[in-house]
Each structure stands twice: as structure tokens, then as C-alpha cells.
């Protein structure tokens, strides 16, 4: 069955074993008034799996002693499926793949909300261990959502969650059992199928095929020539990040290495979280050999400080860095890392009168090239790691130290920072509203 591409296991038999040993349906009891698993189904408006239950001969046994703790996709779950994948599951012949799928929606045991929150996974029925994540105020399993929790029934819990619980693959088996056709094309263009294919474990940032047609057809053409393949592994490396990294850790990480070499940084951007600039749409997807977050825009292989600089418009300060014979130390992808405080052209042209042209004078090379050391941090800060150094100061690599504090915004040494986070390859960028000057380097000017 191609659309849902899934081996059956070997463990299924035990599993029914452990549903038939824990079966002993008792709700002809008087005595017992609170629906069972598969009764409060019905109640919970979730006619879809139990049609589903009763089709994979399991609903009686969710009616036994458990207790069983349920993930269950509500009706708009299923219906999200790819199209003819509920029907093609719901047929006789196809009981054994149906049978595994929803065991792996069930945990042994009493299982609630807040004691979900404090695991990083637990073992289904179904064989394979789904992922349990806690996203600000979300609670993930695997990559569905919990919408209604701690439903009680007489023999275990039900957590209705937003989405099919698919037993896991390796990476690329999922890429394209979940649509990623553009980006499956372009690892098997650029040779890297069969490293995904290795044991990982992998974190792919995936792109979808609307994120690769943004590009434009000229230039994704032009990335899958083979001409350019060193571009393209660069490229696709860039979004692959070493390990098995959730959604939690990674925002809670901010900062991580990729195959590639150079940094992503993952950030909550009010209530959205993004890699960099784009915007992560769905996480935790469970892969044998790792797990895929989708991204809804192709990462773009960070430049060096110099070149973002010129690239955001700090036309100054770039000015600046050339004048002190810096340019090249700020435009070498291996320097660094430096995190600048850059400020922008109007900061510049608010000095007082003719103090930019005094500073950018060859004799002045020397004060010009502290003033702009006193904008440079050694290490990559983050916006967040700003926010926690807020009430001391940082040492710049002018050698004096600035102060950070956070009041009703961030300021470094007094100036407002109005605009945070730009990653480049040798660091990372924050726009200030001033030029900051070390205490008493003016009065060396000639």
C-alpha cells in the first residue's frame, strides 16, 4: 500500500497478546458507570477511529482491564491523511498494516498530560517509541498535537491529539512518503541518499516543494545542474544539523552546527518559532534515523560579516571597516566568530560635524580602529544571550567592557538595539540607533 508505506512488525503478535491479556470486558457491570477507552470514543466525537478500531478487531480490546492511555486522531486527522489512505487502510487486506498503526497510538499504563510533559518518549504497543515534546504551551507526540487532554475512562486516559501517528521511517522513505518531492529530487541530485540512509541520527530542516518553488524555476534549474553540484550538497548540508535535535531543544539551544559547517539559529519569533528567517510550520517527525522539521523557505547559505554588512544596508560602517583595514578580517568565513553591534547610517551621520571625516583620515587609522573594536563582542551573542547579560556588561575586543541592560527594550551602553539576529558565516549582526565610543579614545585624534 504506497500511501502508507509501512512494514508491518514483528512485534504486532505481542502486542494483541498484551491487548488479549489485559482484556476483561466488564461493561455489563452496573457497578461501572464511566465509559471504557473505546466507549468514550463516541463521546469524544471521534467516530473515525473507532470505525477504525472495529475494522482492526481492537475495540473490544480497548475495553479490557488496561489501563491504556489512547493518542487519538480525532476526525479531521484521518481526513488529513493523503488522499485514499484511510480507505486503502480500512480494508480487509490491509488489517495487519491498519493493526500496527493504531497500536502505535497506545501506551500501557495510566499515562496524563503532566506526566507525558516530563518524558522524552514512550514505548507503544505498536512496537516503536513515539516522541513526547513540550512546545511552549503544546504538548507533542511525535508530530501531532494534544488538543483535549486527560479525557478518563474506566480503563485508562484519552489524549485526542491533531494528526495520524505513522510509525516511524528512515529520513528519505519519509521525505517522500510526506510529499517532499522537490527536496527528494534534489538529495538524490546532489549523491546524498545514501548518507541519509546511514544511521544518523540526522535532524533534517525540510523545505517544501512550495519553499523550493519561491526560488524561482531559473534558479532551482540551475541548483540541480550537475555543474553545480558542490553548491548543492553546500546548500542541502546547510539544513541538515547532526543528531536528533526536537523542537524544544532546538529553540532551547538557539544555536546549532550543521553538516555544512556554519551555524543555524533557532528562534520563537512571537508565537511562531523560525530557523534563521524562515518559519518552522511543522516539527518532530519521527524517523528511524533522526527527525524532520519543515521549514516554509529555503535556507540561505549565511555570508561573512562584511558582506552581510553591505547587505543590510550598512553602507557607513562598511566604509568604515575598509578605512581601518578590517574589511578583510570581517569578510573571512573562518575569523571570528564576532557578534558586531552595527551601526547603521544614521547613527553615523548623527555624530557631531565632521567627526565621521576626522575618524575615516589615514593619520586617525589607529582611533578609528578602536572605535569600531568597541562595536565587536568575540563569540557569537544572541539576542536572548543579550537579554540574559542584561544588567552587566561584555568585554568588546577593544578591550573595554559595555553595558547591557534591558528596560523597555534592549540597549548596549545606552543605545537602543532596533534590530537583532542576522547570522552571518564568521558570526552574527544586531542593528544599533548610535556609534558607540570607548571613554577617552576622541581625544587621540590628530
Not at 1 to 27: E, I, Q, W, Y
Not at 157 to 178: C, G, M, S
Not at 385 to 401: P, R
Request: charge should be negative; include cysteine.
Amino acid at each position: 500500500m504506497k500511501s502508507v508505506p509501512v512494514a508491518f512488525l514483528a512485534s504486532t503478535g505481542l502486542a494483541l497478546a498484551a491487548l488479549a491479556g489485559c482484556s476483561s470486558d466488564n461493561r455489563s457491570d452496573p457497578a461501572a458507570s464511566t465509559p471504557t477507552v473505546t466507549d468514550s470514543l463516541s463521546t469524544l466525537g471521534l467516530g473515525t477511529l473507532r470505525t477504525a478500531l472495529a475494522a482492526a478487531g481492537l475495540d473490544d480490546d480497548l475495553a479490557g482491564a488496561g489501563p491504556f492511555t489512547l493518542f487519538a486522531p480525532s476526525d479531521a486527522a484521518f481526513a488529513a491523511l493523503p488522499p485514499g489512505t484511510l480507505d486503502s487502510l480500512l480494508q480487509p487486506a490491509n488489517r495487519a498494516q491498519l493493526t500496527e498503526v493504531l497500536l502505535y497510538h497506545v501506551v500501557l499504563g495510566n499515562v496524563d498530560a503532566a506526566t507525558a510533559a516530563t518524558l522524552s518518549d514512550a514505548a507503544s504497543l505498536g512496537g516503536p517509541a513515539v516522541r513526547i515534546d513540550r512546545v511552549g504551551a503544546d504538548l507533542l507526540i511525535n508530530d501531532a498535537t494534544v488538543t483535549s487532554a486527560d479525557n478518563t475512562a474506566r480503563n485508562g486516559i484519552v489524549h485526542v491529539v491533531d494528526r495520524v501517528l505513522l510509525p516511524p521511517q528512515p529520513v528519505v522513505e519519509t521525505l517522500v512518503a510526506r510529499g517532499f518531492g522537490t527536496l527528494v529530487t534534489a538529495v538524490t541530485a546532489a549523491n546524498l541518499g545514501g548518507a541519509l540512509a546511514g544511521p544518523g541520527p540526522f535532524t533534517v530542516l525540510a523545505p517544501t516543494d512550495a519553499a523550493f518553488a519561491a526560488l524561482g524555476q531559473a534558479t532551482l534549474d540551475s541548483l540541480l545542474d550537475p555543474a553545480n553540484l558542490a553548491t548543492l550538497q553546500a546548500i542541502l548540508g546547510y539544513h541538515v544539523v547532526p543528531g536528533s535535535v526536537l523542537a524544544s531543544a532546538a529553540l532551547g539551544g538557539e544555536l546549532a552546527a550543521t553538516l555544512q559547517g556554519a551555524q543555524v539559529l533557532f528562534a520563537a519569533d512571537g508565537t511562531a518559532a523560525k530557523v534563521n528567517s524562515a518559519r518552522l510550520t511543522h516539527v518532530n517527525i519521527p524517523c528511524t534515523n533522526g527527525v524532520i522539521h519543515v521549514l516554509d523557505a529555503v535556507l540561505e547559505l549565511p555570508d561573512p560579516i562584511a558582506t552581510v554588512a553591505t547587505e543590510q544596508g550598512f553602507s557607513t560602517l562598511v566604509t568604515a571597516l575598509g578605512a581601518a583595514n578590517l574589511a578583510a578580517t570581517f569578510a573571512d568565513p573562518a575569523a571570528g566568530p564576532f557578534t558586531v553591534f552595527a551601526p547603521t547610517d544614521a547613527a553615523f551621520a548623527a555624530l557631531p560635524p565632521n567627526l565621521l571625516n576626522q575618524l575615516l583620515q589615514p593619520v586617525n587609522q589607529a582611533v578609528l580602529t578602536q572605535v569600531l573594536q568597541y562595536h565587536v563582542v568575540s563569540g557569537v551573542v544572541t539576542a536572548r544571550g543579550a537579554l540574559a547579560a542584561a544588567g552587566s556588561s561584555v568585554t568588546t575586543l577593544q578591550g573595554s567592557a559595555v553595558a547591557v541592560e534591558h528596560v523597555s527594550g534592549l540597549t548596549v551602553d545606552g543605545l537602543p538595539v532596533i534590530a537583532t539576529d542576522v547570522l552571518a558565516a564568521n558570526g552574527i549582526v544586531h542593528a544599533i540607533d548610535g556609534v558607540l565610543v570607548p571613554p577617552g579614545v576622541l581625544q587621540q585624534l590628530q
